[in-house]
């Protein structure tokens, strides 16, 4: 019942909280009526303080230890008061304990790409993303700015402000740094020590302090990674000239596979100009100079188009193929559809190559016999 839990209370002279929860970093201790008894144990363990609090003020911080709640251990709430030794009443106070551990493991990234420039690609799109730590330094600041009269404050409630900062001060020394992005990922360290040093006032001010931070990855767009990847590609193929043939030739042999890509004809098609570029990559050539070009260019490669339908998709299709289904009615000129290189799905009417196949209207019928 309240009446007898009210009364337990008044004879509970230990004060002291355990954690097990691994992200409160403020607790407050609950009493009845807020009454702390007048020459009360405080244990306060190693990785706590105690910040307590008399009539809404501040009164004294205790660090690690065993103390005896009594006017000479409390000078400043002793003047606040002007209590003499003689005094044995219960007060009303309030104690907070305070988390001064490491929280490990917190994460921050860009929600927004980084503008920055280049000295090689010149202006590029960056985002970046890892992990930092964080730790009170001043439990009297942190509850006074952050804290206030939370009695259970959590990681959760300061980690989203403080991945504001990280985020603002990394987008800045990203841009500034000068450094080339393909020499980034060996100087993420010198970076994240550059930004935790930078945002140190900032969170200080709050009571906090930033032990570690680390950068885990700064990366490009998908399309200039794929661009980067080709380029790499191309460097160890190393003769531009053979690696081009040897390309053509793939893509060939691939159209001459795939039954949707112009049956026989296609197959043909590919075998012959795959034996005509093997044939020419044969050829010997002067000694670290490309092979003179073919008398006949290659026809250009067809395109071949993929087409999205109740959250799957189909294909790939020849664009014979696909003028029989738009003939059909099963390519519409709403139909989304997609080919290698082009920017995400679109409406076939949107482009140009399949835009055709619904314009191209049938000759006039034979008169009647």
């Not at 959760?156 to 991945?163: A, L």
Request: negative net charge; proline residues 8%.
């Amino acid at each position: 019942m309240p009446i007898f839990d009210f009364l337990r209370g008044q004879f509970i002279d230990v004060i002291h909280w355990t954690d097990d929860t691994r992200d409160t970093m403020v607790w407050r201790f609950e009493r009845e009526g807020h009454e702390i008894k007048y020459g009360a144990k405080l244990t306060v363990r190693e990785g706590q303080a105690a910040v307590f609090i008399h009539e809404g003020q501040l009164a004294d911080v205790f660090t690690p230890g065993l103390y005896m709640l009594e006017t000479n251990n409390m000078p400043i709430l002793t003047s606040l008061n002007h209590w003499d030794h003689g005094f044995r009443s219960p007060f009303k106070s309030e104690i907070y304990f305070v988390n001064t551990t490491r929280f490990n493991d917190l994460k921050w990234g860009t929600k927004n790409p980084i503008i920055a420039r280049d000295p090689e690609f010149g202006p590029v799109r960056l985002r970046a993303f890892g992990t930092y730590s964080v730790r009170v330094t001043d439990p009297a600041r942190f509850m006074s700015e952050i804290v206030g009269t939370d009695g259970e404050f959590t990681a959760d409630e300061i980690t989203f402000q403080i991945r504001n900062v990280i985020v603002q001060e990394v987008s800045r020394v990203l841009a500034s740094s000068g450094i080339p992005v393909l020499d980034m990922a060996a100087n993420t360290a010198e970076l994240g020590k550059l930004v935790a040093a930078q945002i140190s006032a900032t969170v200080a001010s709050y009571g906090l302090t930033i032990p570690e931070l680390y950068i885990e990855n700064i990366s490009l767009p998908p399309a200039v990674e794929a661009a980067l990847d080709k380029r790499t590609s191309m460097g160890i193929a190393g003769d531009l000239g053979r690696f081009t043939q040897y390309s053509a030739a793939e893509a060939m042999t691939a159209a001459a596979a795939n039954p949707a890509g112009g049956g026989g004809m296609g197959a043909g098609l590919g075998m012959g100009m795959g034996m005509a570029m093997a044939n020419q990559m044969a050829q010997p050539g002067p000694w670290g100079a490309a092979p003179a070009p073919a008398a006949v260019a290659p026809p250009p490669v067809e395109h071949v188009w993929h087409i999205a339908e109740n959250g799957a998709t189909k294909g790939p299709f020849s664009k014979a193929s696909m003028g029989r289904m738009a003939a059909d009615g099963a390519l519409t000129r709403d139909s989304m559809v997609w080919t290698p290189g082009q920017d995400g799905w679109m409406r076939a009417e949107d482009v140009a190559e399949l835009a055709q196949l619904f314009t191209i209207l049938p000759p006039p019928p034979p008169p009647a016999a």
